[in-house]
């Protein structure tokens, strides 16, 4: 894997977690990239990409307001900021530059792809 996902754990409802998305080995520098999850028992679903400038982003409607997407050139990494998470939001993230997770944000796609990273949120 290109891409090291982190920032997974246990959390309470209505609480925060930062996930990161660390590139080793490629430069994310003209690439978007995209999070998205898989909670048991169902199909992955996009939640968030932003373009290869850091200009552009979109969210699913499920996380909009509450999920912020940014992304640090220096470091090579993108960050997934979560916050008031839901039961709901529990699943294993992921990241990637590739399509379809992309789709909705300006840049090209890497064909990077990084494991999962577990999120559990409790009620």
């Known amino acids: 894997f290109q891409l090291q996902a982190s920032g997974g754990g246990l959390v309470q409802a209505g609480g925060s977690l930062r996930l990161s998305c660390t590139a080793s080995g490629v430069s994310l520098d003209y690439f978007a990239v995209g999070w998205f999850r898989q909670a048991p028992g169902k199909e992955r679903e996009g939640v968030s990409c932003i373009g290869s400038s850091g200009a552009n982003w979109h969210y699913a409607d499920f996380v909009k307001g509450r999920f912020t997407i940014s992304r640090d050139f220096d470091k090579n990494t993108v960050y997934l900021q979560m916050n008031s998470l839901k039961p709901e939001d529990t699943g294993v993230y992921y990241c990637?530059?590739?399509?379809?997770?992309?789709?909705?944000?300006?840049?090209?796609?890497?064909?990077?792809w990084g494991q999962g990273t577990l999120v559990t949120v409790s009620s």
């Open positions: 990637a530059s590739a399509d379809p997770y992309i789709s909705d944000c300006s840049g090209s796609a890497g064909d990077y």
